[in-house]
Nanobody
Framework: VQLQASGGGLVQAGGSLRLSCAAS????????MGWFRQAPGKEREFVAA????????YYADAVKGRFTISRDNAKNTVYLQMNSLKPEDTAVYYC????????????????WGQGTQVTVSS
């Protein structure tokens, strides 16, 4: 499956962005989907995950209550709605697909998108 992330940009602190991850090549409903982020000089970290049907979600503590992950399997797309953005949310955001696990661990994801830059100014 090929993943294409989009929707990043520059926003002021307190603002919102919605990231999209469009899949092609395979039906998205076959995969657990996750969002990760990587800031300069830091390791890639888990942000959010959603189960195959969308019935279960899980968030990193740093984004809980501010970010919402959702999916539209009919459109083969996963979203990350980001509200109340903070400068520390600045990073490249990646979407990823896991065939077998509802997991927060990057190496358990099988496919990755190219990343989209999110910059939050103070």
């Amino acid at each position: 499956v090929q993943l294409q992330a989009s929707g990043g940009g520059l926003v002021q602190a307190g603002g919102s962005l919605r990231l999209s991850c469009a899949a092609s090549g395979r039906t998205l409903s076959s995969y657990v989907m996750g969002w990760f982020r990587q800031a300069p000089g830091k390791e890639r970290e888990f942000v959010a995950a959603i189960s195959w049907s969308g019935g279960s979600t899980y968030y990193a503590d740093a984004v809980k209550g501010r970010f919402t992950i959702s999916r539209d399997n009919a459109k083969n797309t996963v979203y990350l709605q980001m509200n109340s953005l903070k400068p520390e949310d600045t990073a490249v955001y990646y979407c990823a697909a896991s065939k077998t696990r509802f997991t927060v661990t990057p190496y358990e994801y099988d496919y990755w998108g190219q990343g989209t830059q999110v910059t939050v100014s103070s």
